[in-house]
T-cell receptor, first 115, second 115 residues
Framework: AQSVTQLGSHVSVSEGALVLLRCNYS??????LFWYVQYPNQGLQLLLK??????LVKGINGFEAEFKKSETSFHLTKPSAHMSDAAEYFC?????????????FGAGTTVTVRA | DAGVIQSPRHEVTEMGQEVTLRCKPI?????LFWYRQTMMRGLELLIY????????DSGMPEDRFSAKMPNASFSTLKIQPSEPRDSAVYFC?????????????FGPGTRLLVL
């Protein structure tokens, strides 16, 4: 079984400042890891994902995340926050390479951006 | 592609009534997932299908909930009878099981309020 812990339910950053959202996972097999973003009253949209290969993955809207197996982490970063980044962000994990495509989601982190 | 389509977008009903939520996955996708999102419990996987066959329904809360997928382009989630605690946003997602295409694409959700 797999699970995800997102540290911090709310993050507030100034426009132009670094965005850092923390995600730790547990999985009994090599994981597939995902970050999704949810804007108000909308569905979830994929930001980026790690399956295999390069551990630093780049996604849409300037976000990137690094898979660190030794730390069981997959933290999401963006060098410079924009007002449009205000949303809720979810980290998710599935059992990579298996026939099980279930995603387990973290509780989410709400990002607010101050002008 | 139009993406995952869900209907209705909003549903208000009275306790005891039957509720049917509908989902049209992305054409060609062979996995379909139903999720429920609440403030208290976050995002929960209810059930998922592969090639129209239910694979895992362990997340279905109780017998009042049922889901069907009569063909590759349509699925329903039914609640009968509905209760106020069923109030939530219900998401449908679909994915394609090919290497590198594990991403789940979410619909806009159905916001259900049971009075």
């Amino acid at each position: 079984a797999q699970s995800v812990t997102q540290l911090g339910s709310h993050v507030s950053v100034s426009e132009g400042a670094l965005v850092l959202l923390r995600c730790n996972y547990s999985s009994s097999v090599p994981p597939y890891l995902f970050w999704y973003v949810q804007y108000p009253n909308q569905g979830l949209q994929l930001l980026l994902k790690y399956t295999t290969g390069a551990t630093l993955v780049k996604g849409i809207n300037g976000f990137e995340a690094e898979f660190k197996k030794s730390e069981t982490s997959f933290h999401l970063t963006k060098p410079s926050a924009h007002m449009s980044d205000a949303a809720e962000y979810f980290c998710a994990v599935s059992e990579g390479g298996s026939n099980d495509y279930k995603l387990s989601f973290g509780a989410g982190t709400t990002v607010t951006v101050r002008a | 592609d139009a993406g995952v389509i869900q209907s209705p977008r909003h549903e208000v009903t009275e306790m005891g009534q039957e509720v049917t939520l509908r989902c049209k996955p992305i054409s060609g996708h062979d996995y379909l997932f139903w999720y429920r999102q609440t403030m208290m419990r976050g995002l929960e996987l209810l059930i998922y299908f592969n090639n129209n066959v239910p694979i895992d329904d362990s997340g279905m809360p109780e017998d009042r909930f049922s889901a069907k997928m009569p063909n590759a382009s349509f699925s329903t989630l039914k609640i009968q009878p509905s209760e106020p605690r069923d109030s939530a946003v219900y998401f449908c997602a679909s994915s394609l099981r090919l290497a590198g295409k594990e991403t789940q694409y979410f619909g806009p959700g159905t916001r259900l309020l049971v009075l």
